[in-house]
């Protein structure tokens, strides 16, 4: 991957994102078809039944927001495809539909499945929806396209050694960071607190930690941002790193690991200032979540665009630092 790749990816990747927010109507329309999607698969095995975009799965009520849509993994896939033109446009053209209809029925499945924890489990439903989920959705959707790339969407490539590390490399470092997401949220609390008390320009605002919960202290009340769905969305980037290592690498490794690590701290702060930022201005509900509905997909994309540009910053020029075989 070179630096054209990285900036027709962040080309597409901004201009989905603009395209998203118009017309708002479409949005809107596009939850409610996830939600009797969901009430049309999922009603032949269980009671299910929707209105509008609320879901009563057994009797567990459930709301369809944007994210719950799958839009944004579909935006990041589309990106990635448009930008490998390396590829025919016909090619291009297939995966691109192909990719989408397999993460609308992946998303429809997702649904399911966090509704039945909820049903069942009601305790697991948070770890499920929050942690579980987040990390490993990102990360299917990124096999797709890595896949896609080869020319080898098939059982072969899908059961490869390499698919196996993918996979293998995320479990191990989703639970790390779900082990490490109590004292994350407390440190980037307290920076955040800092920032916000000595960078002139940025609103006086006191930030707290409660469990993996950055708090806001606002003049109504504490308003809390779990920052797992920014935070497990890194799994990605380590999942990367561990299925493209390759065998003389490891100082290369080494390098990108770290920088990597560190720009992905420097993000997380970065959203954690960002929406105390917003809260403390006086935004219409509207606004409000359009702006955020953005930035949660900008924070999808980021472990990507990490490791592509650390990629390029310590390259080995003999490999391709992104779907190399490490075999």
């Not at 630096?3 to 409610?32: C, D, H, M, N, W």
């Not at 509008?52 to 990106?79: K, N, Q, R, W």
């Not at 770890?127 to 080898?152: C, D, E, N, P, T």
């Not at 065998?247 to 490794?253: I, K």
């Amino acid at each position: 991957m070179d630096r054209k790749f990285i900036i027709r990816l962040s080309i597409y990747l901004t201009a989905f994102l603009l395209l998203e927010q118009i017309p708002l109507s479409f949005l809107q329309g596009l939850k409610v078809f996830t939600a009797d999607s969901v009430t049309a698969f999922w009603g032949i095995f269980s009671p299910v039944s929707s209105a509008e975009t609320s879901i009563d799965f057994i009797g567990f009520p459930m709301v369809v927001t944007l994210e719950c849509t799958a839009i944004h993994y579909m935006t990041i896939y589309a990106s990635g495809v448009l930008a490998y033109t390396e590829h025919s446009l016909r090619y291009r053209a297939t995966g691109l539909f192909m990719g989408c209809m397999a993460i609308y029925l992946l998303n429809i499945l997702r649904i399911g499945v966090v509704g039945y924890v909820g049903y069942s489990q009601r305790e697991y439903f948070d770890f499920v929806h929050a942690y579980l989920w987040q990390g490993s959705f990102a990360l299917v959707v990124f096999m797709f396209w890595a896949f896609w790339i080869k020319g080898a969407a098939t059982a072969k490539a899908v059961f490869s050694r390499q698919a196996a590390i993918y996979l293998g490399s995320a479990l191990a470092a989703a639970a790390v960071l779900v082990l490490l997401m109590q004292p994350y949220a407390a440190i980037l609390s307290w920076a955040a607190d800092v920032i916000f008390s000595i960078v002139p320009g940025l609103p006086h605002l006191q930030v707290v930690a409660h469990g993996a919960d950055v708090g806001y202290v606002l003049p109504e009340g504490i308003q809390y941002n779990r920052i797992s769905k920014d935070v497990m969305s890194a799994v990605i980037f380590f999942s990367i790193a561990a299925g493209t290592f390759a065998r003389g690498q490891s100082r290369m490794l080494v390098k990108r690991l770290g920088a990597g690590s560190m720009l992905l701290v420097m993000e997380h702060l970065f959203f954690v200032l960002f929406y105390g930022a917003l809260l403390s201005m006086d935004l219409s509900g509207d606004l409000l979540s359009i702006v955020l509905y953005s930035a949660a997909g900008i924070s999808l994309a980021a472990p990507i665009l990490i490791w592509l540009v650390v990629s390029e910053w310590f390259s080995d020029t003999s490999a391709n630092v992104l779907v190399e075989d490490p075999d």
